[in-house]
C-alpha cells in the first residue's frame, strides 16, 4: 500500500474520531457547537444529542475499521472505505434542493444548494473535504464567475440564528429579493397551486391588505 494512501486513511480516520469525541463525550460544548453551526440549546435537546451520539458511534466504526486496514496493509478495504466515505459526503451535498437568489455583479447567495469549497474553508474542514465540496459546488462557481458575482453557501437552522445572518447579509450586500408574482388574499388557492407546481423564478408573495 502506497505511503499517500496510508497517510490518507490514517488521516480520515483521525478526522473521524474527532468527530466521535464531540459527538458523543463533547456532545453540549461550544466546540461541537462551532463544528456542526448548532446553538449550545439545540445541543441540550434530547433528541439532537441522541442522533448525535448515534452518529459518533457511526464514525467511530470507520476510523477503527480504517486503521485496521492499514494495520493490515489491506489495499482493497482501504479502498473501499475511503470510497464509502467519499460517497457519504457527496450524497449529503447532492442531495439538497438548490434556492438560489442572484443579483448580477455581487452576491450569488445559497440557503439550499450545494456546499463549495468557500464554504467547507469557512468551516475550518480538512483538506480532502475542501476538495469534494469545491468539486460539488463548482457548478454554482462558475456560474457566479459568468455573471461577475462570488457564490456563498449558507447553512440556516431552525432556531432564528441562521435566518438573522442572512438577513444581515442582505442588507449589507444590497441584495433585492426576487419576486416572482403577488396575489391577493382572495386568490390564497392560485398562489398555492403556483407554489406546488414549482418553476418559479422567485418568491410568491401572498398580500394582505390591511
Do not use: C
Not at 13 to 20: R, T
Not at 35 to 60: E, M, P, R
Not at 110 to 131: C, D, T, Y
Amino acid at each position: 500500500m502506497s505511503t499517500i494512501t496510508t497517510v490518507l486513511a490514517i488521516l480520515v480516520a483521525l478526522e473521524h474520531q474527532y468527530i466521535m469525541f464531540l459527538e458523543t463525550i463533547a456532545t453540549g460544548s461550544k466546540s461541537t457547537s462551532r463544528v456542526f453551526g448548532l446553538s449550545i440549546d439545540q445541543l441540550k435537546s434530547k433528541t439532537i444529542a441522541t442522533l448525535l451520539k448515534n452518529q459518533g458511534v457511526y464514525n467511530g466504526l470507520i476510523a477503527i475499521l480504517l486503521l485496521v486496514a492499514v494495520w493490515q496493509q489491506d489495499l482493497l478495504w482501504t479502498r473501499l472505505l475511503l470510497g464509502y466515505v467519499i460517497l457519504v459526503a457527496l450524497y449529503g451535498s447532492l442531495t439538497s434542493k438548490p434556492s438560489i437568489i442572484l443579483k448580477r455583479g455581487g452576491h450569488l447567495v445559497s440557503l439550499r444548494g450545494l456546499p463549495n469549497g468557500e464554504f467547507a474553508s469557512r468551516m475550518h474542514m480538512p483538506f480532502w473535504k475542501r476538495v469534494l465540496f469545491n468539486l460539488a459546488g463548482m457548478k454554482y462557481d462558475r456560474m457566479a464567475t459568468r455573471n461577475q458575482q462570488h457564490y456563498h453557501f449558507i447553512f440556516v437552522h431552525e432556531d432564528g440564528e441562521g435566518l438573522q445572518k442572512v438577513s444581515r447579509l442582505f442588507a449589507e450586500k444590497r441584495i433585492p429579493a426576487s419576486v416572482d408574482d403577488v396575489f391577493g388574499l382572495d386568490n390564497v388557492n392560485q398562489a398555492l397551486k403556483k407554489v406546488a407546481s414549482g418553476g418559479s423564478k422567485g418568491k410568491t408573495i401572498l398580500k394582505i391588505n390591511s
